[in-house]
């Protein structure tokens, strides 16, 4: 009697202890499934961004058409309307002044993110030629761009200049 009742003891410890570690394993699977899919949301976030600032800070008189196309691509509200309204006067003023910048993003950081929007700081350097400089003048930039998650893609709502 003594080896059945130890024996079933033996058994309900084995099935409590099978049962915890599936719990906690199962816990475990959920809990790094769920970090690897803020990482790969954070990381789109962050290539979009970067995308966009480097598209804004690349724009070439030769063929603006396609830069600010690139621009408008990525962008979405205001910051396309207020974009798309200013492009035939920059289109324009950029080939009189046969103004070529070429962007580099050297940084880029979330300040702030939900679950559509997010907000994120890029510090970008181009080099930028023109009439007035054709030997070219180096320039720094601090973005903070506002960015939504619309139709699967992260946009550009907002783009301001920033310290």
Partial sequence: ???TLSGRA?????ATATVVVTALTISLTLALYEQHQADRRRQDILSAARQSALNFTSLDYRH???DSANVLAGATGDFKKQFAA?????????GQNRSVSEG??????????GENSARVL???????TNTAVP?????????QLDMVHRD????TSDVEFVG
Avoid: C, F, H, N
């Fill in 1 to 3: 009697m003594v080896d």
């Fill in 10 to 14: 033996l058994s309900l410890g084995l």
């Fill in 64 to 66: 603006y058409d396609r």
């Fill in 86 to 94: 200013q492009t035939d006067q920059l289109t324009e003023l950029v």
């Fill in 104 to 113: 580099q993003i050297l940084e880029a950081g979330i300040v702030r993110s």
């Fill in 122 to 128: 890029v510090v970008a350097d181009s080099k930028v």
């Fill in 135 to 143: 030997q070219g003048e180096a320039r720094t930039y601090r973005l």
């Fill in 152 to 155: 699967g893609r992260w946009l």
